[in-house]
């Protein structure tokens, strides 16, 4: 079963700062990659979705990288605003019709 | 709207009773998936839809556990007999899909089940 694992569980940073969520899965053989944020109380945001194929994807402040070999992928977020305090979740999509999550990275930015 | 929409957004129950689960996904969304979050985790895959096929199951924990998309669009997530652990997030996701497999999943706000 593929494994997804999420480092760090919560974060805190001042605004402004540039950051880096870091996403880890167990098995290479996936579809696609996808980062969402969740707001409390709310259903996922996508962000970003890296093909297999993709080594990166980028949106505005954003930029997700996937390393597929090595099972890891990292989300950049540049310039950070308090409004991206939010749960970072990355999901790859393993088998066609199957997606495993992390348990997420909490943010925190400080006006 | 546009998005995906979930019904109702909370549900209180008590033990031993049904619950039903709406979904109405975007339209023309060939994909469907239902997920259960619990309180600090990512979301687990429960079931998914192409069109009307239940094509996978495997995630539904027990048989209590039941989903269905009769004309392959609105989908329920029925659970009956309920119990304390089966309270939860129950998250809805469609995709566009239509032959090509990587397309963004599109997510409900979710029903917040509790059980007491």
């Known amino acids: 079963k593929q494994e997804v694992t999420q480092i760090p569980a919560a974060l805190s940073v001042p605004e402004g700062e540039n950051l880096v969520l870091n996403c880890s899965f167990t098995?290479?053989?996936?579809?696609?990659l996808q980062w969402f944020r969740q707001d409390p109380g709310k259903g996922l945001t996508s962000l970003l979705l890296?093909?297999?194929?993709?080594r990166e994807q980028t949106s505005g402040r954003l930029n997700a990288s996937l390393d597929k070999s090595s099972g890891r992928s990292t989300l950049y977020i540049a310039a950070s605003q308090p409004g991206d305090s939010a749960t970072y979740l990355c999901?790859?999509?393993?088998?066609?019709?199957?997606?495993?999550f992390g348990s997420g990275t909490k943010l925190n930015v400080k006006p | 709207g546009a998005g995906v929409s979930q019904s109702p957004r909370y549900k209180v129950a008590k033990r031993g009773q049904d619950v039903a689960l709406r979904c109405d996904p975007i339209?023309?969304?060939?994909?469907l998936f239902w997920y259960q979050q619990a309180l600090g985790q990512g979301p687990e895959f429960l079931t998914y839809?192409?069109?009307?096929?239940?094509?996978?199951k495997s995630g539904l924990p027990s048989d209590r556990f039941f989903a269905e998309r009769p004309e392959g669009s609105v989908s329920t997530l029925k659970i009956q007999r309920t119990q304390q652990e089966d309270s939860a997030v129950y998250l809805c996701?469609?995709?566009?899909?239509?032959?090509?497999?990587?397309?963004?999943?599109?997510f409900g706000d979710g029903t917040r089940l509790s059980i007491l």
């Open positions: 996701a469609s995709s566009l899909e239509r032959g090509k497999s990587n397309q963004p999943q599109h």
């Open positions: 098995d290479s053989a996936i579809y696609n």
């Open positions: 890296i093909q297999s194929s993709q």
């Open positions: 999901a790859v999509r393993h088998n066609f019709n199957k997606f495993y």
């Open positions: 339209s023309g969304h060939v994909s």
């Open positions: 839809f192409q069109n009307e096929a239940q094509l996978d």
